[in-house]
Nanobody, 129 residues
Framework: QVQLVESGGGLVQAGGSLRLSCAAS?????????????MGWFRQAPGKEREFVAG????????GYADSVKGRFTISRDNAKNTVYLQMNSLKPEDTAVYYC?????????????????WGQGTQVTVSS
């Protein structure tokens, strides 16, 4: 069983920055190791559906972003530390949400939450205007 623990959320003023971390431990029921799996960041604001934010392939060689965060957010991973990061710059009030990391079912990421098997408990990000 894979466990994910997010950290780094908090309250920040518009224009500020935060860096989220997601530490993984364990192994998937399929036997797949974290380092062989894509990772994703998703977020859910009050009253809204969960949405894809960013994804990264198993090696870190491929990344993708939602249009709303492109150019402001950067996803990265350190497989030696079993950790994925989300650097968030130029934050806006509309970025306020609970942010979740997730382990993908394959080596390549998608924007579809249904293709991710394990989820963290979430970390709150609040951006004040």
């Amino acid at each position: 069983q894979v466990q994910l623990v997010e950290s780094g959320g908090g309250l920040v003023q518009a224009g500020g920055s935060l860096r989220l971390s997601c530490a993984a431990s364990g192994r998937a029921a399929s036997g797949r190791a974290y380092s062989n799996s894509a990772m994703g960041w998703f977020r859910q604001a009050p009253g809204k559906e969960r949405e894809f934010v960013a994804g990264i392939s198993w090696s870190g060689g491929g990344t993708g972003y939602a249009d709303s965060v492109k150019g402001r957010f950067t996803i990265s991973r350190d497989n030696a530390k079993n950790t994925v990061y989300l650097q968030m710059n130029s934050l806006k009030p509309e970025d306020t949400a609970v942010y979740y990391c997730a382990v993908g079912r394959s080596s390549w990421f998608t924007s579809d939450g249904a293709t991710y098997d394990y989820w963290g408990q979430g970390t709150q990000v609040t951006v004040s205007s």
